[in-house]
């Protein structure tokens, strides 16, 4: 279904500032929902209104909202849009719910039909390609930075908000790994944490190792973890941005000579999943590295990484 109801609360964070409630109540609403979200939602509807349509609307208006902008927007960002419009709509308490009605379901189906609904990824940065991105680095502190960032990234299987998220003392150094305390992520909004293992490595890929280097040569006892480096090898105190992550990645690809275009922030968690499938681990134990909530958010890179394992084609060649 195209659009979310339990993203009404997001909307509700969202239309707190336009609401007459009490500066309590929008704090609680404004904490209550992920920043990235609430940024979203504010974006669809500018974008709606621009347009020339407005909350309440009809199902017609939404209709001819579809028809027109599908003509440029992937049928993914239209889908997001409809979710906050179905939510606005649930916030403003009334019965009509435009987004629901068989004429809106309909065209967007057709939108779907006609325009096809795959969607870009990033490339998965798998193990071979980290090690070679690996085999190009040198000693100095940006260096050594970018390995500690790489490995476990890679490692942990984790968002560029909870690689970037990290502060020293989410950091429990056992005889066995790291044990990564993640304070908030995606699917956990609320903060319960997440506890996640980074074992030792054997080879040049052991991010424990590239961490603790990382931490003695960057000085770094309390604060965030991974950090922005200053022109002439100066470590700043603020932390690195996810873009900065992203940037990151496209250079290190870019310098094994594969095309960066192709490569984001979200390389290393997708190549992770790749290569675990490839090595035939199963769904369920990625899933407890990586936090994903069903296999089917990374279906996709699983049926990738199994391709050639079992291949009817390979038996018979």
Request: some cysteine; charged content about 25%; overall charge positive.
């Amino acid at each position: 279904m195209y659009y979310q109801s339990q993203n009404n609360g997001a909307l509700a964070a969202l239309l707190a500032q336009e609401t007459e409630v009490p500066d309590s109540v929008r704090d609680l609403l404004q904490a209550a929902y992920a920043t990235n979200t609430r940024r979203a939602y504010q974006s669809d509807l500018r974008a709606f209104r621009k347009w020339g349509g407005d909350v309440p609307t009809t199902p017609q208006e939404i209709a001819r909202y579809i028809a027109e902008e599908g003509r440029r927007l992937h049928p993914s960002t239209l889908q997001r849009r409809l979710s906050a419009l179905s939510s606005a709509h649930a916030l403003a308490g009334g019965t009509d719910q435009p987004c629901h009605h068989p004429l809106v379901k309909a065209v967007f189906s057709g939108l779907r039909r006609q325009r096809g609904v795959a969607q870009s990824q990033a490339a998965p940065l798998t193990l071979d390609l980290l090690r070679a991105i690996l085999d190009t680095m040198g000693e100095t502190i940006r260096d050594q930075r970018d390995r500690a960032l790489l490995l476990i990234c890679f490692a942990g299987g984790l968002r560029r908000s909870e690689l970037v998220g990290l502060d020293r003392r989410d950091l429990d150094f056992t005889p066995e790994g790291i044990v990564l305390t993640l304070r908030r992520g995606k699917t956990d909004q609320e903060g319960r944490g997440r506890l996640v293992a980074i074992p030792n490595g054997s080879d040049r890929c052991c991010p424990v190792r590239a961490v603790s280097q990382w931490l003695k040569v960057a000085e770094i006892d309390t604060g965030p973890l991974f950090r922005a480096i200053r022109k002439g090898g100066t470590v700043a105190p603020n932390r690195l941005s996810g873009d900065a992550v992203s940037i990151l990645v496209k250079r290190h690809i870019e310098r094994i000579g594969l095309d960066p275009t192709h490569y984001s922030g979200h390389s290393l968690r997708a190549g992770f999943v790749t290569t675990a499938a490839r090595a035939g681990i199963a769904s369920h134990a990625i899933r407890q590295q990586t936090g994903h909530a069903s296999d089917a958010t990374m279906s996709r890179y699983i049926r990738e990484g199994s391709l050639f394992r079992g291949n009817a084609a390979g038996q018979l060649l």
